[in-house]
């Protein structure tokens, strides 16, 4: 089956321990793997989606503003992406495809099912944070759009341990998903 791999929201922002929204060690921890990973994707010309969170500033409409503080504002340097993986970026920016997303699923908002479709893609590979928020519903959403599911659990992570585990299980017992 052909496959895709998404790695979502490995931003400076949630990430970086200095980071606005950050999930802290646990995120900082999966960079080897998730960098990796995405170059193994890119040396077997995969396609690689790199989907991050786009917020405007002082956006009064958006749900997330009464729930979190701040985070990847358009044009700030919290948007780039984690350590070496914006480095891979740099290099390697023709062979990612970089999307925005402004919910916590990847697939809201965006035409991301669209070019997936395209592709012919029926199998995803998910990893980036956190675990419980935007992995999730980015996991759910592809569930209900009928894709094969691959969480990969040395890529994902959460500032929720609690949370992370619950997620972990619900991938595999709920959404059918591969926990790998
Ligand atoms: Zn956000």
Redesign the pocket.
């Known amino acids: 089956m052909k496959k895709a791999l998404l790695v979502i929201d490995y931003t400076v922002d949630f990430v970086a321990l200095d980071g606005a929204l950050t999930c802290g060690p646990p995120g900082v921890e999966l960079e080897e793997y998730i960098v990796d990973l995405t170059a193994s994707y890119i040396e077997q010309q995969l396609p690689v989606f790199v989907i991050n969170?786009l917020?405007e500033k002082d956006d009064a409409y958006h749900p997330?503003t009464a729930l979190?503080p701040p985070?990847?504002i358009r044009d700030t340097a919290g948007r780039k992406l984690f350590g070496k993986l914006q480095e891979l970026y740099d290099v390697y920016s023709e062979d990612m495809i970089w999307m925005d997303k402004t919910r916590y699923s990847a697939f809201a908002g965006t035409n991301l099912d669209i070019q997936l479709r395209a592709r012919g893609i029926r199998e995803i590979h998910l990893m980036g944070v956190c675990t419980d928020i935007c992995i999730l519903h980015t996991a759910v959403d592809a569930y209900n759009l009928g894709y094969t599911i691959f969480v990969h659990e040395g890529g994902v992570a959460s500032f929720n341990p609690i949370g992370h585990d619950w997620a972990l299980a619900h991938f595999t017992n709920t959404l059918g998903a591969t926990v790998v």
Request: hydrophobic share 15%; aromatic share 16%.
């Open positions: 969170d917020h997330e979190f985070h990847n």
